[in-house]
Structure formats: C-alpha cells, structure tokens
C-alpha cells in the first residue's frame, strides 16, 4: 500500500499556527526524538525483530545519516531492557511494548507542538534514521521512520506538513516505513524522489558504505555514517553567507574541511556493563599517527574525577589542532597571539602526558597533577618556567631530565585512579596507539548537580573515550558505564 502526502485537509486551530522556514529542520528533530524516545521505552518489553535494516531505506546518495535500531536483534534488546531497569523513572507502567511507546510520545505530545501536530504516538514503530541529503542541486533534511498504522501516519504527516510549510516539508509512505523531506522548496518531490532511490539503489547495498558497513558489523542500536565532502558541500549551503559570518561553525567547519577528508562511521549498541560505541574513518588524510604506552601514563594518575592523556604531533604546525586552536573554537590560546601560540607550539610538539583533576564541578579551585614527557630537557624547563610564571605560586612544578611534573600547592595523591573500581571497564577497548584517552566519574561530577538530575543519572558510573590510530585511520572507542 502507498500513500502520497496529501498537505490540502483540513486542520485545528492548533494547527494553524505559523512557523518560520528555519523550523522545518526542527521538526525533523522532534521526529527523531520522538521514535528515539519511544522505540527506547519499547525495549523494556518488546523482543522480536522485523529484519528491516534502516540503511536500507536511504538513497544511495545520501551525504550523512545517524539511526537508531531497536529492532536490531533479541539480544540487543534483552540487554537494552536490562539497561533500563537500571534507571527507576523509565518505568512506564506497561507491559505491552506499543503501550510504552505511546505513553511516552504522549508525554512529549504535552510538552512540544510539533509532536503534537504530527500525532506520533499514533503509529511510529522502533526504528528511524535523520539524513542529509541533495536533490537537484538543493540540500534536504531526511526522515524515515517505522510505521505501524500508515493511515494514522497519512493523517500525522499531512498535518505537520500543513504547518511545516506546503513546499517545505513532503513524505512518502509505502510498506510500513515513512519517508520524510524538510528543505526550503520542493520537499514533496524530494521525498518521492528518495524513496525511488532507496528502492532502487539503497545506501546499505551501496559500494561507498561497503567498508563503513564492515567494520560496524551487525547489532549497532545507533549507527551513524558521514561522507565528509559531501557533508561539507551541503552544509556550506545551508550556512549564512554573509561576508562578516565568524563563529563557532563556520570556523570549525573551516579546520575540518582542510583536514578531515573521506568517511567517518559510528556504532553503538548495549553491553552488560553500559554502552559502547566504536567508530573509524575512512580514506582519511593528515591523520596523526597515535602513540603507544598512553594508557600506561593514564593508569598512573592519582585517583580523581578527571583523568586523561594526550599524545601530540611530532610537529603541530600545519596540522588540524594548531588550526583549531588558532581559530579559537578550543578555547586554547585565548588572548595570545599566532607568535605565542607558535613558541608554545614548538614546545609540545612531540610531548606525552597525563593530566588529572579533582572538584572540578564545586566552586573552590580544582586540584590536579600533570605529567608531560617532553622531547628535550631544555624544553621541559622552558615549560616549567611558563608554568611558574602562569601559576602564580598555585603549582608546584619540577624537571626530571625530559619531563615535566605539577600539580596544585597542597594536593596529594590519594590512590591511583585504577582503584576506581569501573576505571577498566570504561577504559577497555582502546587500540595500542593513542592520540587521546579520558576517563570521567560521572557521580563525582554530578556533585553539585540539581538533585532531579542525579537521580535521574543515579546508575551513570563512568564514562570513557579513546582515540588513536590503526591501519592509517582513525579509530576510537567510547564507553558509558551503567550499574
């Protein structure tokens, strides 16, 4: 059965209201978190599997996409449902699974219109993905999304497209899954131009997702996949083209076009001890190759909220984090000019080190200790003496040949942060060269946290993140513990 959008019926007041074009991609969000939401509360309770995989319903074309599976495996679920009883307010009182989807989509029905409008709890199922995708020369935000009643979904979407905007927002339904395009024009035909494709020439089958798709393998809950070019180009489009446009995105976007190139991919799914995720790129240019023997100066660190270590670039300069820092999207460097920033440059270069920190989260001044192994003695008393002369006499500082050790006036070391008894579990993973390695406990920065929030976060124990390199590309592996 196929239904077209039909955008003319008539709607309620409610409905009526206006909204600027900018919103249209709002609604694809709410969409998003709507089947996101919904298709997590339905795994406390439903355990089977449709055998759909969502990449299956993108066109082949498409620039980026991220996905969210619940239908993935019973394996996959049972241990989402096991993850979930960790949390007491996800409980929904219901046993059936499309009961527990529908409470929850009628929850956030109360709180946001654009839920609302499109009548979700009605007939969204388990699975959807968000794309970035280009027709015709003009770039589209996509939607697909499960359907379990296709003519409730008929009168949800024809109601967010009344409001969206009749040419800004178009779907598509046919065999229980939704297309849906948001854009400036022409979203109708757009959204019938994507199901063709996908029916036609799907992304999953595609030789440009061959290797993504490899590496992912099979029961990623969340999957995400990006052509970075391609990605590029799109959202040089959608971004203001004023002359004295300066921020945030554009500059980041800036640094990551001259330096990241060819695929990126992401996968997450549950684990007995929380969640993991994995991602790698592909075809990757100007990648810094990782170091070994991070790990060992991470576990060396005294116990504390924070840990990580770094491993830097024989040389900085021409490299993604020297433009990143001098763009001041870091933060890094703030109030120092390029000439500064190139003698400090000059001065890490090459260097490991580990850095940990305590109280970050409480309003006195964090205690912390650092250990940077530089590439020369005289490098790390240089360092030393900017460190001094930064500290104020807050930092005690010392030399031992090439490395370089502080730490605050007054702290001690108390215990090593392996002691911290899910330190292994959220470090695992790592390939043996890094670039970067962090370690957070979670309930010591939720400390000063409104208390709604720390019991909702109650069973959030750790989290960890490791990037390097294998084979030339990329790699990292994150981990959120749940007990």
């Known amino acids: 059965m196929k239904l077209d959008a039909i955008g003319d019926g008539t709607t309620s007041k409610k409905r009526r209201r206006k909204r600027h074009k900018g919103l249209t991609l709002g609604i694809a969000g709410c969409v998003a978190l709507a089947i996101g939401g919904g298709g997590a509360w339905a795994a406390t309770s439903y355990l089977g599997t449709d055998g759909v995989d969502p990449q299956s319903l993108l066109p082949e074309s498409t620039a980026a996409f991220a996905t969210l599976n619940l239908d993935v495996s019973k394996e996959q679920q049972r241990q989402m449902l096991e993850l979930v009883a960790k949390f007491p307010s996800a409980a929904t009182g219901s046993d059936a699974p499309q009961e527990a989807v529908t409470q929850f989509l009628d929850m956030l029905e109360e709180h946001n219109g654009d839920i609302a409008d499109g009548k979700f709890s009605d007939w969204v199922g388990p699975s959807a993905s968000v794309a970035m995708w280009e027709h015709k020369g003009e770039p589209y935000g996509l939607a697909t999304v499960s359907v379990l009643d296709e003519d409730a979904a008929d009168e949800g979407l024809a109601a967010l497209k009344q409001d969206g905007g009749a040419d800004q927002v178009g779907y598509d339904i046919e065999d229980g899954h939704a297309t849906i395009a948001f854009g400036e024009k022409g979203a109708q035909a757009a959204a019938k131009s994507a199901a063709a494709e996908a029916e036609k020439s799907p992304l999953s089958a595609s030789s440009r997702y061959s290797k993504a798709k490899s590496f992912l393998g099979k029961d990623q809950v969340l999957t995400a996949w990006a052509d970075l070019d391609q ?147 005289d490098k790390a008393q240089t360092l030393k003496a900017l460190a001094d002369l930064v500290g104020q006499g807050t930092l005690e500082t010392k030399v031992d040949g090439k490395t370089l050790t502080g730490n605050t006036v007054g702290s001690s070391d108390n215990g090593k942060i392996t002691d911290n008894e899910y330190y292994s579990d959220a470090m695992g993973g790592a390939t043996k060269k890094l670039d970067g390695a962090a370690f957070f406990d979670v309930q010591k920065l939720l400390q000063t946290a409104p208390a709604n929030v720390k019991q909702a976060l109650a069973a959030v124990k750790a989290a960890g993140v490791k990037i390097g390199t294998k084979n030339g590309e990329y790699v990292g592996n994150y981990r959120l513990i749940i007990a």
């Not at 060819?262 to 994995?278: C, M, P, S, T």
């Not at 100007?286 to 040389?315: F, H, R, Y």
């Not at 993604?320 to 000439?339: F, H, M, P, R, Y």
């Open 231 to 377: 990605s590029y180009d799109i959202l040089e489009k959608k971004l203001p083209d004023d002359a004295d446009t300066s921020g945030l995105p554009v500059d980041l976007l800036k640094a990551l076009k001259n330096h990241m190139h060819g695929q990126i991919a992401l996968g997450a799914k549950a684990r007995d001890y929380g969640i993991e995720a994995v991602s790698s790129t592909f075809g990757a240019k100007d990648v810094i190759e990782g170091k070994t023997g991070l790990m060992d100066k991470l576990s060396q660190m005294p116990k504390s909220d924070i840990a990580g270590a770094l491993a830097l670039p024989d040389d900085l300069k021409g490299t993604i984090l020297e433009e990143l820092a001098k763009s001041g999207v870091t933060g890094i460097g703030a109030g120092l000019d390029n000439a500064v920033m190139d003698k400090i440059f000059d001065l890490v270069s090459g260097a490991k080190g580990a850095l940990s920190l305590s109280g970050v989260t409480g309003s006195s001044t964090p205690s912390g200790k650092a250990i940077i192994e530089t590439t020369s003695a």
